[in-house]
């Protein structure tokens, strides 16, 4: 997986052209005046926020790791399946906090909804061995990989 520079912003670690992932690029990601998020009603603006939770994908020789930034939620929160044996898919929410009427809110930057992220993965993928734990506020999910068999190579004697 290639590591596409943002002129807008930040590093956008994902490929637009990746087969693995399932995500839907967002074109206007990182400008400051989106206006495909800024005429949404605010309710689909707080899912939006949330709706691209990061992710980095890293293949070691035994696995493929999955790292998911999800600060401020429980494990209880956050949901990670594997779909028709090919599709490993995290989810979760994160809840609105509660209003208080005597409360005067002067800014409200956190993000609050559900997210969905989908990935294709490999055949090599061992999907009876995922694990997922969770610590400070990072999900990491490692897919074991099956060990590639290197051919046999027998010399053959040549005969005069």
């Given at each position: 997986?290639?590591?596409?520079p943002s002129f807008f912003g930040g590093n956008r670690r994902s490929n637009v052209f990746d087969p693995f992932s399932l995500d839907i690029w967002d074109p206007f990601e990182g400008f400051p005046f989106s206006t495909a ?124």
């Amino acid at each position: 997986m290639s590591l596409i520079p943002s002129f807008f912003g930040g590093n956008r670690r994902s490929n637009v052209f990746d087969p693995f992932s399932l995500d839907i690029w967002d074109p206007f990601e990182g400008f400051p005046f989106s206006t495909a998020v800024a005429n949404l009603p605010s309710s689909t603006r707080e899912t939006t926020a949330i709706a691209n939770a990061r992710i980095d994908w890293k293949e070691t020789p035994e696995a493929h790791v999955f790292k998911v930034d999800v600060p401020g939620l429980k494990k209880e929160e956050v949901k990670v399946e594997v779909e028709d044996g090919t599709i490993l898919q995290i989810s979760g929410e994160r809840s609105k906090e509660q209003e208080e009427k005597n409360d005067k809110w002067h800014r409200v930057e956190r993000s609050s909804g559900k997210f969905l992220r989908r990935f294709r993965l490999p055949e090599n993928a061992k999907l009876d061995q995922v694990k997922a734990a969770m610590e400070n506020g990072v999900l990491t999910v490692t897919v074991p990989k099956e060990e590639v068999k290197k051919p046999e190579v027998k010399a053959i004697d040549i005969s005069a």
